[in-house]
């Protein structure tokens, strides 16, 4: 049992910033969601409206795609649980299970006003340029990350030892 819970656990720990569609980030960073019944029903439209415009349900289809096969190439071990990993992806991260949490949040980060401000951008035809491109830039922008984190990994790895005082360098772990 323990094996498949940390399987489970791998699964999650690599995919949930993918499907989120940024790198990781911890939840004590986002703003709270706004609780649903405090959201004016012409506020709640509005946020609807601008994810909607952003196209958000294929927005997170195309994030699951991603989330899984970054998920099986960074941990072949789950390769013969695709498709368990698939259904509960598509069950708990699709938009019908995530808009009124998508909602609330919109909801608690822009008023009224400049979420018809962004709505109006975003359906102009720079803003659906933006809406297309922004995951492919947020994915190049964190392989950006990684290759640059990769680069000096030795460095990081001399400053650990040095400060632990270690005679012999740890193994290095492969990229991935």
Same mark, same amino acid.
């Given at each position: 049992?323990d094996?498949?819970?940390?399987?489970?656990?791998?699964?999650?720990?690599?995919?949930?910033?993918?499907?989120?569609? =940024? !790198?990781?980030?911890?939840?004590?960073?986002a703003?709270?969601?706004?609780?649903?019944?405090?959201?004016?029903?012409?506020?709640?439209?509005?946020?609807?409206?601008?994810l909607?415009?952003?196209?958000?349900?294929?927005?997170?289809?195309?994030?699951?795609?991603?989330?899984?096969?970054?998920?099986?190439?960074?941990?072949?071990?789950?390769?013969?649980?695709r498709?368990?990993?698939?259904?509960?992806?598509?069950?708990?991260? @699709?938009?019908?299970?995530?808009?009124?949490?998508?909602?609330?949040?919109?909801?608690?980060?822009?008023?009224?006003?400049?979420?018809?401000?962004?709505?109006?951008?975003?359906?102009?035809? =720079? !803003?659906?340029?933006?809406?297309?491109?922004?995951p492919?830039?947020?994915?190049? !922008? @964190?392989?950006? !990350?990684?290759?640059?984190?990769?680069?000096?990994?030795?460095?990081?790895?001399?400053?650990?030892?040095?400060k632990?005082?270690?005679?012999?360098?740890?193994?290095?772990?492969?990229?991935?």
């Open positions: 049992m094996r498949f819970r940390r399987i489970a656990l791998t699964a999650l720990a690599t995919a949930l910033p993918l499907v989120a569609g =940024v !790198g990781p980030a911890s939840a004590q960073d703003p709270a969601p706004a609780p649903a019944a405090a959201i004016a029903p012409s506020h709640r439209q509005a946020v609807l409206d601008l909607q415009t952003l196209h958000m349900d294929r927005v997170l289809q195309a994030s699951i795609a991603t989330m899984m096969e970054a998920t099986l190439k960074q941990s072949p071990q789950l390769e013969p649980y498709p368990e990993l698939q259904a509960f992806f598509s069950k708990y991260f @699709a938009w019908s299970a995530l808009q009124d949490q998508f909602v609330s949040l919109y909801a608690a980060s822009f008023t009224e006003p400049e979420v018809r401000a962004l709505t109006a951008f975003y359906r102009s035809p =720079v !803003g659906q340029k933006s809406a297309e491109l922004v492919q830039l947020m994915q190049a !922008g @964190a392989a950006i !990350g990684q290759r640059q984190a990769q680069a000096h990994l030795p460095e990081l790895e001399k400053m650990i030892m040095d632990a005082g270690q005679q012999q360098p740890p193994t290095p772990t492969p990229p991935r």
